[in-house]
Protein backbone atom coordinates (compact mmCIF):
# COMPACT_ATOMS: atom_id res chain seq x y z
CA UNK A 1 0.00 0.00 0.00
CA UNK A 2 1.20 3.38 -1.06
CA UNK A 3 1.80 5.89 1.87
CA UNK A 4 0.49 9.67 1.71
CA UNK A 5 1.42 11.28 4.94
CA UNK A 6 1.43 14.75 4.29
CA UNK A 7 -0.44 14.66 1.29
CA UNK A 8 -2.18 18.02 0.42
CA UNK A 9 -5.53 16.08 -0.82
CA UNK A 10 -7.82 18.66 -1.50
CA UNK A 11 -7.27 20.14 -5.65
CA UNK A 12 -4.25 20.20 -7.33
CA UNK A 13 -3.49 22.69 -10.27
CA UNK A 14 -1.25 22.43 -12.69
CA UNK A 15 -0.65 24.56 -15.93
CA UNK A 16 1.51 24.16 -19.13
CA UNK A 17 2.01 26.59 -22.04
CA UNK A 18 1.86 25.33 -25.63
CA UNK A 19 2.77 27.03 -28.91
CA UNK A 20 -0.55 25.70 -30.27
CA UNK A 21 -4.21 26.43 -31.42
CA UNK A 22 -6.48 26.04 -28.39
CA UNK A 23 -8.61 23.68 -31.20
CA UNK A 24 -5.34 21.55 -31.41
CA UNK A 25 -5.21 21.37 -27.68
CA UNK A 26 -8.90 20.03 -27.36
CA UNK A 27 -8.74 17.36 -29.84
CA UNK A 28 -5.45 15.92 -27.91
CA UNK A 29 -7.29 15.51 -24.85
CA UNK A 30 -10.40 14.48 -26.08
CA UNK A 31 -9.79 12.56 -29.43
CA UNK A 32 -8.94 8.96 -28.94
CA UNK A 33 -6.22 8.56 -31.95
CA UNK A 34 -4.04 11.43 -30.49
CA UNK A 35 -4.63 10.62 -26.54
CA UNK A 36 -2.69 6.93 -27.68
CA UNK A 37 0.15 9.53 -28.64
CA UNK A 38 1.22 11.14 -25.04
CA UNK A 39 1.00 10.04 -21.25
CA UNK A 40 0.41 6.40 -20.56
CA UNK A 41 -0.64 5.46 -24.36
CA UNK A 42 -4.21 4.92 -23.40
CA UNK A 43 -6.82 5.31 -25.75
CA UNK A 44 -10.08 8.04 -24.62
CA UNK A 45 -13.48 7.09 -25.32
CA UNK A 46 -16.68 9.31 -25.08
CA UNK A 47 -19.85 7.82 -25.54
CA UNK A 48 -22.37 8.29 -27.02
CA UNK A 49 -20.06 11.30 -27.90
CA UNK A 50 -18.41 14.40 -26.09
CA UNK A 51 -21.41 16.24 -24.38
CA UNK A 52 -22.68 16.50 -20.91
CA UNK A 53 -24.11 13.04 -19.56
CA UNK A 54 -21.84 10.89 -21.84
CA UNK A 55 -19.15 8.61 -20.15
CA UNK A 56 -15.60 8.63 -20.23
CA UNK A 57 -13.36 5.61 -19.95
CA UNK A 58 -9.62 5.68 -20.61
CA UNK A 59 -8.18 2.04 -21.68
CA UNK A 60 -4.90 0.51 -20.91
CA UNK A 61 -2.26 0.11 -23.67
CA UNK A 62 -1.65 -3.53 -25.24
CA UNK A 63 1.27 -3.18 -22.82
CA UNK A 64 0.16 -1.83 -19.49
CA UNK A 65 -2.66 -4.83 -20.55
CA UNK A 66 -0.23 -6.78 -20.39
CA UNK A 67 1.79 -5.92 -17.44
CA UNK A 68 -1.44 -6.41 -15.28
CA UNK A 69 -4.12 -3.66 -15.59
CA UNK A 70 -7.29 -4.06 -16.51
CA UNK A 71 -8.70 -2.85 -20.24
CA UNK A 72 -10.64 0.42 -18.50
CA UNK A 73 -8.39 2.29 -16.25
CA UNK A 74 -10.47 5.27 -15.59
CA UNK A 75 -13.86 6.03 -16.10
CA UNK A 76 -16.09 8.91 -15.43
CA UNK A 77 -18.88 11.37 -16.70
CA UNK A 78 -18.66 14.40 -18.64
CA UNK A 79 -20.09 17.05 -16.57
CA UNK A 80 -19.37 20.20 -18.66
CA UNK A 81 -18.46 20.98 -22.47
CA UNK A 82 -17.74 24.42 -23.64
CA UNK A 83 -15.07 23.68 -26.93
CA UNK A 84 -12.38 24.14 -27.68
CA UNK A 85 -12.29 26.31 -24.12
CA UNK A 86 -13.80 23.79 -20.91
CA UNK A 87 -14.11 20.25 -19.94
CA UNK A 88 -15.46 19.03 -16.85
CA UNK A 89 -15.83 15.07 -16.24
CA UNK A 90 -15.68 12.51 -13.31
CA UNK A 91 -12.62 11.06 -13.08
CA UNK A 92 -11.90 7.18 -11.00
CA UNK A 93 -9.01 5.32 -11.34
CA UNK A 94 -10.03 1.36 -11.44
CA UNK A 95 -6.71 -0.25 -11.29
CA UNK A 96 -7.30 -1.75 -7.99
CA UNK A 97 -10.62 -1.98 -5.60
CA UNK A 98 -8.26 0.27 -3.00
CA UNK A 99 -8.16 3.05 -5.64
CA UNK A 100 -11.17 1.96 -7.12
CA UNK A 101 -13.36 2.14 -3.49
CA UNK A 102 -12.00 6.20 -3.25
CA UNK A 103 -14.76 6.96 -5.75
CA UNK A 104 -15.22 9.63 -8.52
CA UNK A 105 -12.77 13.05 -8.50
CA UNK A 106 -13.41 15.85 -10.80
CA UNK A 107 -11.12 17.11 -13.31
CA UNK A 108 -11.54 20.41 -15.42
CA UNK A 109 -8.99 21.35 -18.16
CA UNK A 110 -9.25 25.03 -19.80
CA UNK A 111 -7.37 26.19 -22.19
CA UNK A 112 -6.90 29.99 -22.82
CA UNK A 113 -4.93 31.35 -26.11
CA UNK A 114 -2.79 33.92 -24.89
CA UNK A 115 -2.19 35.58 -27.63
CA UNK A 116 1.16 35.22 -30.05
CA UNK A 117 -0.27 31.40 -30.95
CA UNK A 118 0.29 30.23 -27.57
CA UNK A 119 -2.20 28.65 -25.25
CA UNK A 120 -2.47 28.25 -21.53
CA UNK A 121 -3.78 24.71 -20.52
CA UNK A 122 -4.68 24.40 -16.80
CA UNK A 123 -5.73 21.45 -15.52
CA UNK A 124 -7.81 21.08 -11.66
CA UNK A 125 -7.78 17.94 -10.09
CA UNK A 126 -10.35 17.95 -7.18
CA UNK A 127 -9.04 14.97 -5.34
CA UNK A 128 -11.42 15.29 -1.76
CA UNK A 129 -10.28 12.48 0.40
CA UNK A 130 -8.59 10.20 -2.19
CA UNK A 131 -4.72 9.43 -0.85
CA UNK A 132 -4.08 6.99 -3.28
CA UNK A 133 -5.41 8.80 -6.40
CA UNK A 134 -4.06 11.82 -5.45
CA UNK A 135 -0.68 10.28 -4.67
CA UNK A 136 -0.56 8.40 -7.88
CA UNK A 137 -2.01 12.12 -10.22
CA UNK A 138 1.09 13.65 -8.35
CA UNK A 139 3.69 11.39 -9.39
CA UNK A 140 4.76 10.56 -6.19
CA UNK A 141 4.41 6.22 -6.45
CA UNK A 142 7.78 4.87 -7.10
CA UNK A 143 7.80 3.20 -10.60
CA UNK A 144 4.26 3.93 -11.38
CA UNK A 145 5.19 7.49 -13.59
CA UNK A 146 4.92 10.87 -13.56
CA UNK A 147 1.19 12.07 -13.27
CA UNK A 148 -0.30 14.54 -14.53
CA UNK A 149 3.16 16.52 -14.99
CA UNK A 150 4.35 13.59 -17.21
CA UNK A 151 1.02 13.90 -19.20
CA UNK A 152 0.71 17.65 -19.56
CA UNK A 153 4.65 17.70 -20.24
CA UNK A 154 4.19 14.96 -22.92
CA UNK A 155 1.33 16.74 -24.43
CA UNK A 156 2.98 20.06 -24.96
CA UNK A 157 5.92 17.63 -26.63
CA UNK A 158 3.53 16.17 -29.31
CA UNK A 159 1.88 19.41 -30.31
CA UNK A 160 4.87 21.29 -30.21
CA UNK A 161 7.54 18.75 -31.54
CA UNK A 162 5.39 16.24 -33.05
CA UNK A 163 6.84 13.54 -30.75
CA UNK A 164 6.18 12.24 -27.80
CA UNK A 165 8.16 12.14 -24.62
CA UNK A 166 8.79 8.44 -24.71
CA UNK A 167 9.80 8.00 -28.35
Same mark, same amino acid.
Given at each position: ??? &????? /? ?17 ? *??? !? =? @? ?7 ? %? ?5 ? @? ?5 ? +? ?6 ? +? ?11 ? &?? /????? =? ?27 ? @??? !? %?????? $????? %?? *? =? $? &????? !?????? *? ?6 ? $?? @? ?6 ? %??? $???
Amino acid at each position: MAT &TTGVD /LTTKVYQVFIKTTPEAIWE *AIT !N =P @DWTEKYGYA %GRTEYSP @DLRVGAT +FRNLASPE +FQQAGMPEVVVDG &TV /LEVDR =PRRLVQTWRFLWSDEIKAEGPTTLTYEIA @DQG !N %GICKLT $LTHEL %GD *A =P $L &TTAQV !NGEIEG *AGGGWPYV $LS @DIKSLLET %GKA $LHV
